[in-house]
């Protein structure tokens, strides 16, 4: 089988020492994307374990198998959680969830909690649509822009990049970011034409690292006048799987003349774990 | 007097060679990356045809999308002013006609040869021909197949993504489920027609309506604008080749 450069790892993670027994909430948020699905699960707030794989052609089995990895090295079992919300794209098919909530209010939560209450602005940079929300202190969504019906500036327009390039998706920041001269951007907006495009540029001996540049470049300009039509406010961050990409938030960065704080979690769980905040309130309301 | 349409588009290169208002021969060549090689060697195959020498010709006239790289043409016109002078010779009644190309798709509103106003699609695949090329490849079904293939759907399937990349995992998912690859093919059609005719509406969408470029060979795409626009659509002859009959007869004029 040929390699597949689009494909990132999926893996799952659990806090070593937290005990769940005692907890007054034990809450999930799964978040069933169009390309990626992450369940997180959380006790009193805080993450106790976590999974993120990829979205199969089925939303329920996706949601199952995101929240059975996440479980899979705790001693918890999907029936010890006493709220699951579902949010995401696919989140009408999460069997197991007792409600729902949209990504963008989940974005919202979860930037809030990972980021702190400074963050005014958030990017969120999915598989297959990239909104920017502005969000108050407490974490609410004042208001919001998307685009869902391009794939430029989407994580499914850098796979198909990555194919084309044959660069392993996790690469391409770093390998942009190794050029000589920043190159000017690709000038087709759309995926299908800046294929071609990138393709004359290797006939024309562009080194893969200045077409990945170019490209990255491009996509960076598109994101930013999304961001700026909502108008950017500091605190700035970016969630969803292309904030991992270096290249792309450094151009970001440049383009918008201001820094994104950087995480010290993985980018793609920000919306499950709002939905699990959420289900906290939800459960504590319902007590009540 | 002779004279030559030479219209290099993104995808293929069509000659036309003309005696005054007579086609004496064509040719028709992948344009690949280089304008200049391609257009040659499509007018070098149109001229072997019709026994001619290069300078039997007396005008050349380019049009497409590597227009300015030809080198041997006296002059230049735009896309949609070739098409419009083309149907004024061949369907005089038209007063719209949409053309459709590998990665652009056009609409002309034009009377007696003139091109009065146009509209372009070039941002977005999903208006030109390499959308539907793109699904085909997915389904595994040949360009040629796809128009007799959705005139067979029974039910209609629908694609809800406009981005022919997200369009593609669409179909790819629409397989899984075993939706008829008819079904699937006719979605496809529909989709473009949708966004084909919008650009039409864009000019007026004046009857009579002509349909241009290579995708007029596909029976199942001309269905599709018909039940768009709800109106009939000609198809000229050899659809492919209107630029660059318009080309040529410009270059009889010039």
């Known amino acids: 089988m040929p390699q597949e450069f689009w494909r990132w790892k999926e893996y799952n993670w659990h806090a070593p020492d937290l005990v769940w027994q005692e907890a007054r909430s034990i809450t999930a948020g799964v978040d069933v994307g169009s390309v990626s699905t992450q369940a997180v699960v959380m006790i009193d707030g805080e993450l106790l374990a976590y999974a993120n794989r990829r979205t199969g052609s089925s939303s329920p089995d996706s949601a199952r198998r995101a929240m059975d990895w996440a479980l899979k090295d705790t001693d ?34 979860g930037a809030n909690l990972l980021y702190g209450p400074a963050v005014r602005t958030v990017l969120d940079m999915g598989g297959q649509d990239c909104k920017a929300i502005k969000i108050d202190a407490q974490g609410r969504v004042v208001n919001f822009l998307m685009n869902d019906k391009c794939a430029a500036g989407t994580g499914r327009g850098l796979e198909v990049i990555a194919d084309l390039l044959q660069v392993p998706i996790e690469e391409m920041g770093e390998l942009s970011l190794q050029v000589e001269n920043e190159p000017e951007p690709v000038s087709s907006m759309c995926v299908v034409f800046a294929k071609t495009e990138a393709l004359g540029l290797l006939r024309k001996g562009w080194k893969k690292n200045d077409v990945l540049a170019a490209y990255s470049r491009a996509m960076a300009r598109r994101v930013a006048a999304l961001l700026r039509r909502i108008g950017i406010e500091s605190e700035f961050v970016i969630t969803g799987g292309i904030a991992k990409n270096v290249g792309i938030v450094t151009r970001l960065e440049k383009e918008l003349g201001i820094v994104a704080r950087k995480p010290n979690f993985d980018t793609q769980i920000a919306g499950a774990v709002g939905a699990a905040l959420i289900a906290q309130e939800r459960m504590m309301k319902d007590a009540k | 007097m002779n004279t030559a349409g030479v219209d290099i588009g993104i995808k293929t290169t069509k000659v036309v060679l003309l005696n005054c208002d ?6 028709c060549v992948l344009t690949g990356w280089k304008p200049q090689q391609a257009g040659e060697s499509a007018l070098t195959a149109a001229l072997a045809d019709a026994r001619m020498a290069r300078d039997d010709v007396t005008q050349i006239v380019a049009t497409g999308a590597g227009r300015q790289a030809f080198s041997l043409a006296q002059r230049n016109v735009t896309e949609v002013t070739a098409d419009a002078r083309a149907l004024a010779l061949l369907h005089p009644q038209v007063r719209t006609v949409i053309d459709v190309g590998a990665e652009e798709a056009r609409a002309l509103k034009c009377t007696a040869g003139r091109m009065l106003d146009f509209a372009v699609n ?48 669409e179909v ?22 949708g966004r084909v005719a919008s650009l039409a509406r864009r000019v007026g969408a004046e009857p009579e309506i002509a349909l241009v470029g290579g995708i007029a060979h596909n029976i199942g795409f001309i269905d599709a604008v018909k039940r768009e626009l709800a109106v009939d659509i000609i198809v000229p002859r050899d659809p492919e080749f209107i630029g660059a009959l318009g080309a040529a007869l410009i270059a009889r004029e010039s």
């Open chain 2, 122 to 169: 070039e941002k977005c695949a999903a208006g030109a021909g390499v959308f539907i090329e793109t699904m085909a490849r997915t389904l595994e079904v040949s360009l040629d197949e796809m128009g007799a293939l959705s005139l067979q759907a029974v039910g209609a399937a629908t694609l809800n993504s406009q981005c022919t990349v997200f369009a593609e995992s």
């Open chain 2, 22 to 27: 007579k086609i004496i021969a064509r040719s």
């Open chain 1, 76 to 109: 918890l079992a999907i029936e010890d959680i006493h709220y699951i919300i579902g949010t995401g794209y696919g989140r009408v098919n999460v069997p197991f969830a007792h409600k729902t909530t949209t990504e963008i209010t989940c974005h919202a939560r």
């Open chain 2, 172 to 193: 790819v998912s629409l397989i899984h489920t075993q939706t008829p690859k008819a079904e699937i093919v006719r979605a496809v059609h529909d989709a473009i027609a």
